[in-house]
């Protein structure tokens, strides 16, 4: 089974600029997550979604947003990009009532 | 916040058991103890969980302290492809991960 995948792998993007990040969840995966790991720290959570509504947001600007569609993919979307946005950005899947979250490889964003 | 306190690194040789240690001396009756661990490049993997007793999967051991305000990851033979950070996190149901900074754990060959 194939499992949680993002897109792009790596992109890059100028100041000012605005992003879209992508992640399919594991089939049969209703809730899907959002986090940036910025180089040399943990995960922090962004968004959590799950069918379609969001269920949690971190501290982050509402530069920040996020939808999720009815297939239960999702996107992760950054306007006004600023240096300090440069991250991976990972996402993960859960099956309802599970305690497991699983993370997609990532998206390592530079923002220039 | 992260809830939990753990040593920012460990060492251990190839081969041999690795216990990594976790306080978590807030804990509430209905935290659940999870483990994740980050290979380099990658997102973070699932390990175990457990809530009050010990607990066996195929990828490592979970042992809780009997006031549970402590628990011990451990790895039963560990290999080069053990090498990661490892993140010890207090979860309810359909909470949202708070990943503290975690245990570098060095496997030396």
């Known amino acids: 089974d194939a499992g949680v995948t993002q897109s792009p792998t790596h992109l890059i993007k100028t100041r000012g600029q605005h992003v879209t990040l992508r992640c399919s969840p594991i089939?049969?995966?209703?809730?899907v997550s959002w986090y940036q790991q910025v180089l040399g720290q943990g995960p922090q959570f962004i968004f959590q979604?799950?069918?379609?509504?969001?269920?949690g947001r971190g501290n982050f600007p509402d530069r920040f947003s996020a939808r999720q569609f009815p297939n239960y993919s999702s996107e992760l979307n950054v306007n006004a990009l600023l240096l300090g946005d440069s991250a991976l950005y990972l996402c993960a899947s859960t099956s309802t009532g599970s305690h497991e979250q699983y993370f997609g490889p990532g998206t390592r964003l530079t923002v220039t | 916040d992260a809830k939990t306190t753990q040593p920012n690194s460990m060492e251990s040789n190839e081969e041999e058991p690795v216990h990594l240690p976790c306080n978590h001396s807030?804990?509430?009756?209905?935290?659940?103890i999870h483990w994740y661990r980050q290979l380099p490049s990658q997102g973070p993997e699932y390990v175990i969980h457990g809530l009050t007793s010990n607990v066996n999967n195929r990828m490592a051991s979970l042992a809780i302290a009997e006031d549970r305000k402590s628990s011990t990851l451990i790895l039963h033979r560990a290999t080069l492809r053990d090498a990661a950070v490892y993140y010890c996190?207090?979860?309810?149901?359909?909470?949202?991960?708070?990943f503290g900074k975690g245990t570098r754990l060095h496997i030396l060959p």
């Open positions: 089939s049969g995966h209703k809730s």
């Open positions: 807030t804990i509430s009756g209905t935290d659940y």
């Open positions: 996190i207090l979860l309810n149901r359909d909470d949202k991960i708070i």
């Open positions: 979604y799950y069918e379609k509504e969001e269920r």
